[in-house]
T-cell receptor, first 113, second 108 residues
Framework: DGGITQSPKYLFRKEGQNVTLSCEQNLNHDAMYWYRQDPGQGLRLIYYSQIVNDFQKGDIAEGYSVSREKKESFPLTVTSAQKNPTAFYLC????????????FGPGTRLTVT | DAKTTQPNSMESNEEEPVHLPCNHSTISGTDYIHWYRQLPSQGPEYVIHGLTSNVNNRMASLAIAEDRKSSTLILHRATLRDAAVYYCILRDHDDMRFGAGTRLTVKP
């Protein structure tokens, strides 16, 4: 089946450690996105990528880094510089701009203590 | 960025229609109106989108005002599985900004 996978579903880390969240899609979509969601809040855009080897910062990119070496993969690294990393992280993809819907993965819940 | 305004919460009875409003008075001519919904601890799910004309699909209908400054998502017969947070979003280029959405409660 086509779709987006994120792993793991739950992730626990100690403060000061970098952690990389996985996002893979087999929908042949050009665009991929990372969002963060805090309890009771809407989604906030971290980074997005329109094409391989290119990505742009979203509204809350500080403390995060991404790479887009392959079309199907868009990993997100939460660095130790991110002050409040505990959150629900969602990855999405779409074929392109405004007319196209985004497909979301199941999310990774990251807890940093 | 053009923003949207939605009520924080709404209630509906099962098997009755639900009209979820969204105001977007600063919408630009190239913004598409997208609706998504999110169940607890899951990723958002696409519902419907449109530009100027009303749209229908198997999940819902989207009614867009003539001046495009507001829109309404219509669920024709609410079920318990429709209980979720519904987001109205304007999308132009590649990025998409989510607000707080409307939490829909469906009563049996």
């Amino acid at each position: 089946d086509g779709g987006i996978t994120q792993s793991p579903k739950y992730l626990f880390r100690k403060e000061g450690q970098n952690v990389t969240l996985s996002c893979e899609q087999n929908l042949n979509h050009d665009a991929m996105y990372w969002y963060r969601q805090d309890p009771g809040q809407g989604l906030r855009l971290i980074y997005y990528s329109q094409i391989v080897n290119d990505f742009q910062k979203g509204d809350i990119a500080e403390g995060y880094s991404v790479s887009r070496e392959k079309k199907e993969s868009f990993p997100l690294t939460v660095t130790s510089a991110q002050k409040n990393p505990t959150a629900f992280y969602l990855c999405a993809s779409s074929r392109g701009t405004g007319t196209h819907e985004q497909y979301f993965g199941p999310g990774t819940r990251l807890t940093v203590t | 960025d053009a923003k949207t305004t939605q009520p924080n919460s709404m209630e509906s009875n099962e098997e009755e229609p639900v009209h979820l409003p969204c105001n977007h008075s600063t919408i630009s001519g190239t913004d598409y109106i997208h609706w998504y919904r999110q169940l607890p601890s899951q990723g958002p799910e696409y519902v419907i989108h449109g530009l100027t004309s009303n749209v229908n699909n198997r999940m819902a209908s989207l009614a867009i005002a003539e001046d495009r400054k507001s829109s309404t998502l219509i669920l024709h017969r609410a079920t318990l599985r429709d209980a979720a947070v519904y987001y109205c979003i304007l999308r132009d280029h590649d990025d998409m900004r989510f607000g707080a959405g409307t939490r829909l409660t469906v009563k049996p």
